[in-house]
């Protein structure tokens, strides 16, 4: 039995009890002391950081800290084990806004992993073989000699393309005929996609993608341990083309359009696996999966695929179910046979970035009534259980990314991700990773929206008192609110909201709760007849939930129904990377679902217009946001 | 009952009786007359020409005739039935040489296409469908669309790749949902490799190849009708980078080398399959199949396979039996996902050049023993029946091919095919389509051996007699036989044979002898316990058996035993195109053919330098060669 020990967590003077041995990230949640965790405590991606204070602690060294951060006593806590009693400070980049929202969504993040049944059986394994060398009373082909030991492993008629062919001669003698394979599962039986002299069973990568219109986000994983080794995000390159998914559409239709559009993700998505291996360490030729989550025409257009008439009526795909293609297919800078798969999608509008969320998160497993916002610059709603499931999506547009606000960015470092107005009336910013801010994401945004508004600076409308506000100013847009001075930035120059901004937020939120109005109202549900609502978005690991409510984005109703996920599609395109069963699954859901077109629904522009205030014209929607409506809040500040 | 008449053959001046409403070509072959119908009488060689001298006859009018042919009463023979009493005329170009060896080699090889025993399913089949609509109740996407229309017709789960995916919607929307799919049967289901817009049925053509290490031949092929609409033939391009299928293989070894090779054959075959479509009127895009016929090398290194194994012990290809890819694969100038299948190989220096020939001819369907011969710059050997093969290859040179012969050239237009002389002791040639003599052609070469051998003006080592011959000069290599001066030749200059050309065609019918008898040996069989002979080779249409045997490249034994069925290669390449069960055949043969490596075995060398004389320093096996040896022939001509 192991010793019971005490922890206490800095700056919060939280302390509990545990036993020696215990994981120090699992002992903080149980102490409700929010540690950022965006890898969700895989030890990659560097957001948990404490100091150890007093107290022994074991664990790895790792790849994300260096040694100056180890020579101070700095852990992650994730990677780190109590021997004694202890004393940590969380650093400030690891602490996580006490909101709720955010506190269930890093618990229940990991409770919906656990709840969705799967598998570990990722979709490419690799397999080791010593063949019998030849000689001339035995001088059968390298390809006879393969196909004869894999039969006697059970596999008969292996696919295979010209570039395995290419590289079997040349493996097979490299290392006396001691050879690993790649080998794929398809559906159709098993695909060889590679040949590596000598035992690399060991070195099997994938890489797991959600391309947004925005932003696109990739993981690399390690398909022996199932881990996430590293991550990345960037801007989708085709953002110069068009902001949401109609512009890019259009551009597709011109002159080269399809081709320009093709290459600018290909060269994003190249740019992140060209990131994420570097920090990894891991070798490009060990990557052997790539799997994409993704909307139906950032999937379209990323295959290079004729994307028209997604936007013409009927509103019909190319497809909703693709075969596996390859990394040559697309020009992605791997081995030109590496499978690329991807989620399977609904309808033109209703992508596999939802289907991968609604399989990442198990929805399709179970029989509570669930229903799952995928917030986004295309935004996607869908109701239902493990019986039945209905889909809808709107055009929120980039806001919530970033897009199309003065200071927007995404969430990455330096980002404002939470506001609020200390009781002086002075604004307090809180920026991904402690860093100086250089900008405000999505998250920082609703922030920022739900509190000026609670405290009076912006009204239903959206405008600012400005007799009222002490930060609000004259700009080049008309209003806007001074968020953070120049002295104070990383950029140099003042960082502030303004009124356009606020409207272009409002038209995101008033699309997203317009849609989820009009397809329970198609199914005969309302909020309440809801057992949870999952809330996926990319908004790092942030979004408070509450803020949300108070612009109107959520619903208002009972807060333990929420959960936030995080990156839905990217939940579901890693864990599909880890197991076929799901891969299996997306095909089900993806027939499963029944979609609805919300631009043929009279309903939905009646309900989007009255979603244009804060947080509601129909306040009765509404009980719960308090506010100080009018009222000068900063009036008697410094 | 159709009426009797009578058709009058010159200048043979054979008559015969018929039936009205008889093809010409049949009375012709019924006659004994020899007409040459080198694509088997299919309309399109244009090799059968006749004058129609008196009488009425019917027929298309085809598309090798022109119109001032036509008006002359020029005639094919193959496309022409008789309707009254007739007198031809069959011209120059068409009458075939009267040997036995020919004459049985235009009739036997209809038997024997006729004696293989196959269904006409060729690979690939065109299947029209019409879709439902979509509207905004069924906006499935188009490819479930499409799916479930074949789900109707009895397809499931059909692979694809990225090329037709991008057809896909274009198509289905060109001719209001009717399309015609392009259907590939692969072993393990269908692969659909086009989609067209409407109903392309009636247009689905293939392309079958041998791809000799010296001359590459094809021919385009008629998919619905069963039919050759054009042939063509072009040196390797990769000569240039040495004669013989070793030196190629050390070539690939440099650096680029194996790039270079491929890239060089690979231009041959598209130069081929422009001209063959240019000259049938067959677009591009209607091509849906290409089978590949040839030996293991030429495969790899088309393929762009890593090759220096094949001739290093113990001698191992990569691949026997290749997967189906893909134009885009190699590059050849076609759609990018047109299939592209290899007959299977037995071994490095037994490749599907061979297995193919085993397949066209149907050894494997019948219990007569046979001895099947390929004469080329790559001779192989197999003997067996449809129980046992065993099969042997030895490298012959180009010889056959005109290959480092002085004025060698391939087997086309021009061409000097059979020689003869006089009784005033002059040199008589024919050339291939009655053309002023452009060169000499492996055909030629062996008669002009036997004739120049029999007539005693080449002595046992192949040596001239120069005092005896008149046509026996000084040359730059020595001693020289003229064989046609510039005033007669189209080359403006004489054309002669050297001393060095009878060596090289000494050393290649050599070691096809010594091949024969050694693998004979090792299955302890003799030439008289063989049923039957089947020679085949690129000579053209034309091997003078009788010729071949007098100068000890095909055994003294009963000549109604051999069958001449001149490219065996392009013959079972074609006929796998015609037929699924074919190209399974191929895979069963080349898995039921075991090799024996000649370069390993002592009496190879042994049998070889014995051959090297006029027909055999043996001179018992040739019991039937009565030569005028030594004595002078000429010695009294003008």
Redesign the interface.
């Known amino acids: 039995m192991n010793k019971p020990i005490n922890v206490r967590f800095n700056p919060a003077g939280i302390s509990i009890g545990a036993l020696e041995g215990d994981n120090l990230l699992d002992i903080a949640r149980n102490a409700g002391v929010g540690i950022a965790a965006s890898c969700g405590g895989d030890g990659v991606c560097g957001t948990c950081k404490v100091l150890i204070e007093r107290g022994a602690v074991d664990g790895p060294k790792g790849f994300v800290l260096c040694e100056e951060d180890l020579a101070q006593g700095i852990r992650l806590a994730c990677q780190t084990w109590v021997l004694t009693d202890l004393v940590v400070t969380v650093l400030p980049g690891a602490q996580a806004p006490a909101s709720i929202g955010h506190l269930r969504a890093l618990v229940t993040r990991e409770e919906i992993m656990a709840a969705t049944d799967w598998r570990f059986a990722p979709p490419v394994f690799k397999l080791y073989i010593e063949l019998p060398v ?3 009373q035995d ?6 000699r393969l196909e004869r030991a894999l039969e006697s492993n059970g596999i008969a ?1 292996p ?4 570039s395995f ?2 590289k ?3 493996a097979v ?1 490299e290392n006396n005929w001691k050879i690993t394979l790649t080998v794929l599962k398809e ?3 098993l695909r060889l996609t590679d040949v590596e002299s000598g035992d690399t069973r060991n070195s099997n990568f994938g890489l797991a993608f959600d391309i947004g219109t925005t932003g696109v986000r990739g993981e690399l994983l390690d398909l022996v341990e199932g881990k996430v080794l590293a991550q990345g995000v960037e801007y989708n390159g085709q953002r110069v083309y068009g902001d949401d998914v109609i512009s890019r559409v259009n551009y597709s239709g011109k002159t080269g359009g399809l081709d320009q559009l093709q290459r600018a993700v290909v060269a994003t998505l190249n740019q992140l696996i060209s990131g994420m291996i570097g920090h990894a360490g891991v070798k490009r030729r060990s990557i052997t999966h790539v799997m994409i989550g993704a909307n139906t025409t950032m999937t379209q257009l990323l ?4 994307s028209k ?1 997604l936007r013409l ?11 596996v ?1 390859s990394a040559g ?2 020009g992605l800078d791997l081995d030109c046979d590496v499978p690329v798969s991807t989620i399977p ?1 609904v ?2 509008y209703v992508g596999g970035d939802i289907v991968s969320g609604l399989v990442g998160t198990g929805i399709f497993q179970r029989p509570e009534t669930v229903l799952y916002i995928d917030i986004g610059t295309n935004g996607e709603i869908v109701v239902g259980n493990r019986e039945w499931m209905v889909s809808a999506s709107c055009s929120a547009g980039p806001a919530f990314e970033g897009g199309g606000i003065r200071h927007g960015m995404l969430a990455t470092a330096g980002a404002i991700e939470s506001f609020n107005i200390d009781a002086n009336g002075a604004p307090v910013v809180t920026t991904i990773g402690g860093d100086r801010p250089r900008g405000i994401c999505g998250a920082g945004l609703i922030s920022a929206v739900a509190r000026l508004f609670l405290n009076g600076v912006i009204n239903q409308k959206g405008k600012f008192n400005i007799e009222n506000a002490k930060y609000v100013r004259a700009g080049e847009d008309g209003a806007e609110y001074l968020l953070i001075s120049a002295l104070s930035s990383a950029i140099g120059k003042d960082i502030v909201l303004t009124e356009i901004d606020i409207e272009n937020l409002m038209r995101a939120k008033g699309a997203m709760y317009a849609g989820y109005q009009t397809l329970l109202d198609s199914v005969d549900l309302t909020f309440d007849g809801l057992d949870r609502v999952i809330v996926a978005g990319t908004f790092g690991t942030h979004l408070d939930i509450e803020d949300a409510i108070t612009i109107g984005l959520l619903p208002d109703i009972n807060r333990s129904k929420f959960v936030f996920i995080g990156n839905g599609s990217l939940l579901g395109a890693r864990l599909s990377s880890f197991s076929t069963e799901l891969i299996e699954a997306g095909r089900s859901v993806a027939s499963l679902v029944t979609n609805i ?1 919300l631009s ?1 629904n009279s309903s939905f522009m009646e309900n989007y217009t009255a979603s244009m205030f804060l947080p509601h014209t129909d306040v009765r929607l509404f009980p719960s946001i308090n506010r100080q409506s009018g009222e000068p809040v900063d009036g008697d500040a410094q």
């Open positions: 030849p000689n001339l001088n059968s082909s390298d390809l006879t008629n696919l295979m393309g010209i062919l290419k079997l001669p040349v003698r559906r159709r039986g295959l290079g695929l004729e008439y009526e009927p509103y019909v795909p190319v497809a909703s179910i693709l075969p293609l297919n697309i999608a309808a033109s077109e043929e």
